[in-house]
């Protein structure tokens, strides 16, 4: 019997376990309230932290371990440039940047948390194996392709034209984890290139409104009464009492109508099965409908609660940059490079079904991730707050933002969120005056040692 160690594929690095045993060393810093430069101090729920991700990570973990159910971020790149995350290990290269900040990230994320990440081709390899070592391979949910820019940009001066971005998606715990979904009238509008259709039959019984979904008939041959036998049954339907209960093939059962199984064209066997089994039909009858066909028959169908929303794809189309509605924000003027759009924000965080998840992003920008969770509540009346963390980044004296008097990166997301506050405000104020657009700033001080 050999007795080497198992191998197995790992991404290892200089400075791995230095960065590891950062993430376990407590902070040294503290957070400061500023309340000159908060809004609605006394009742909002909103932070906006500034400070260094890494430290303020540390010190949130005292209050919102386990609490967060949407995790944004949108990490520099690894374009060659300064990095401005400098750590307190000896390498502060990207990948030990990342791998400390997402191991203090999981630990605010709830059991049924979500973190979406953007990410470009740099780093994107590195990036899904640091995720699968910090979160577990088992705890992928998806490969986001965003489609940013349809006509396309040229950056590196060879290949193709560069239309798409990447959002890597893992779950805290898949177990725990939900469907990713998307409100119908919503993807409808943004995404018409991808979602389509959806012209529902919609119903109501004694425990609300419904649609109409799919017949209970397997249309797969390969369900049949050889490989499914418990699924190969008959359901008898009363049309005066709209009573639905299960037997065997012509059972006589006075007063019902009989629905048997499909009859399986594939020359060997008698019958698709069912897609529900005799169990689930007599606990849930009331989430079926039985509904004449144009052959003077009947047919079964699902009732569909939910319709309101689909599946979300793993393709966003039609969203471009938030360049437009920023610049609009502040008057025509561009102070950001690049901001990601509240419409996607609000696909990924409302992908979540939880009007009142706390929702993070640690590597805010222009603070977009703020404007949608305001938007997302204005619509539906949710209770949803949000955590910003950034690192007050200098701007370029030469830059648009500076010459109108704003020195960093902070002053440039927290007068967006006033702005955009009070645009949301105003256009809610006699559906929503609940509706919380304040922030509590807090801004990190304290030892480097």
Same mark, same amino acid.
């Given at each position: ?226 490989? *499914?036998? /418990? !699924?190969?049954?008959? @359901?008898?339907? %009363?049309?005066?009492? $709209? ?64 319709? *309101?929303? /689909? !599946?979300?794809?793993? @393709?966003?189309? %039609?969203?471009?940059? $938030? ?127």
């Amino acid at each position: 019997m050999s007795t080497e160690p198992l191998e197995k594929y790992e991404l290892t690095w200089p400075g791995k376990k230095a960065a590891a045993a950062e993430a376990d060393k407590l902070s040294q810093k503290i957070l400061i309230p500023c309340r000159e430069e908060s809004r609605e101090w006394d009742t909002t729920e909103n932070l906006y932290i500034e400070g260094e991700n890494l430290q303020v990570l540390k010190l949130l973990q005292d209050k919102y371990y386990g609490a967060v159910r949407v995790i944004y971020i949108d990490p520099p790149y690894n374009t060659g440039n300064d990095f401005i995350y400098h750590d307190d290990f000896a390498h502060s290269g990207w990948c030990s940047m990342m791998y400390v900040r997402l191991l203090l990230a999981r630990n605010l994320l709830a059991e049924d948390g979500v973190i979406f990440i953007s990410i470009d081709e740099n780093e994107q390899a590195n990036l899904k194996q640091i995720c699968n070592e910090v979160f577990g391979e088992e705890n992928y949910l998806n490969h986001f392709v965003w489609v940013s820019n349809m006509t396309g940009r040229q950056i590196s001066g060879h290949g193709a034209a560069k239309t798409w971005e990447s959002i890597f998606a893992y779950a805290k715990n898949i177990e725990h984890s939900p469907s990713l979904t998307v409100d119908v009238e919503f993807a409808k509008e943004k995404m018409p290139d991808v979602y389509k259709g959806f012209h529902k039959d919609i119903r109501t019984d004694a425990y609300g409104s419904f649609a109409v979904g799919d017949t209970l008939y397997n249309h797969n041959r390969k369900f049949n009464e050889e490989t *499914r036998p /418990t !699924l190969v049954f008959s @359901i008898f339907y %009363n049309p005066e009492t $709209g009573e639905i209960v299960t037997g065997d093939i012509g059972q006589a059962m006075p007063g019902f109508v009989e629905l048997p199984p499909h009859v399986n064209g594939d020359g060997v066997h008698k019958y698709h099965a069912w897609r529900w089994s005799r169990k689930k039909i007599a606990r849930e009858s009331r989430e079926l409908i039985v509904l004449p066909t144009s052959n003077g028959r009947y047919g079964i169908y699902t009732k569909i609660r939910n319709y *309101r929303t /689909t !599946l979300l794809k793993d @393709i966003i189309t %039609n969203i471009p940059n $938030g360049d437009s509605e920023l610049s609009k924000l502040f008057g025509g003027s561009k102070y950001f490079d690049y901001p990601k759009s509240t419409d996607l924000m609000k696909v990924l965080v409302g992908a979540v079904d939880d009007k009142e998840a706390l929702v993070l992003d640690f590597f805010s920008g222009s603070a977009t991730t703020a404007e949608a969770v305001m938007q997302m509540n204005a619509e539906d009346k949710g209770r949803r707050r949000f955590i910003m963390v950034q690192v007050p980044e200098v701007c370029d004296e030469k830059s648009e933002a500076y010459k109108a008097g704003y020195q960093n990166i902070c002053e440039i997301g927290k007068e967006r969120i006033r702005r955009a506050g009070d645009k949301i405000k105003a256009k809610y104020s006699g559906e929503n005056a609940a509706l919380d657009i304040g922030f509590k700033v807090l801004k990190l001080a304290g030892s480097d040692e």
